[in-house]
């Protein structure tokens, strides 16, 4: 059985970037490098030393995070909707090699029961025929 082709529907520019936006943001090295500015973020506006341009309670980071998550959360539902267009044909192209299969194998039962069928009509007449001759046999021997 021949191998299908994988899954590949054209992309528009924007999906494009909506796929490799998920891939990034769904990294482990983002989450790391994240947490890392969030950290020196906070920690600069702690310490006394530097000027402090966002301080406690971090109004300025807040509105940073909210701005991202505003953008990340659609951006990654534009993602996860193209794959999930993906898996339907994928899903598709599984039932229909199912339906193939199915048919396939239901031809081939037919087939078998065909010759069955055939060797146990040529069975029955060669019985018969066996039979007839073991009766003639029996009649010439009396």
């Not at 998920?22 to 020196?40: E, K």
């Not at 990654?76 to 229909?96: G, V």
Request: charged share 25%; net charge negative; glycine share 2%.
């Amino acid at each position: 059985m021949r191998q299908a082709k994988p899954i590949s529907l054209p992309r528009t520019y924007g999906e494009y970037l909506a796929d490799q936006i998920a891939a990034l943001v769904g990294s482990w090295r983002f989450i790391i490098v994240q947490s890392a500015v969030l950290v020196l973020w906070i920690v600069f506006n702690v310490v006394a030393w530097v000027q402090h341009w966002d301080p406690y309670p971090f109004i300025l980071l807040n509105l940073v995070l909210s701005f991202q998550a505003a953008f990340t959360a659609p951006i990654l539902m534009m993602a996860q909707n193209r794959q999930s267009d993906i898996d339907r044909q994928k899903a598709q192209l599984d039932y229909d090699v199912n339906l193939r299969a199915e048919l396939d194998i239901e031809a081939l039962h037919e087939k078998i029961d065909l010759l069955r069928q055939e060797d146990i009509t040529r069975l029955v007449g060669l019985l018969e025929m066996l039979t007839r001759e073991r009766i003639e046999k029996g009649d010439s021997k009396t």
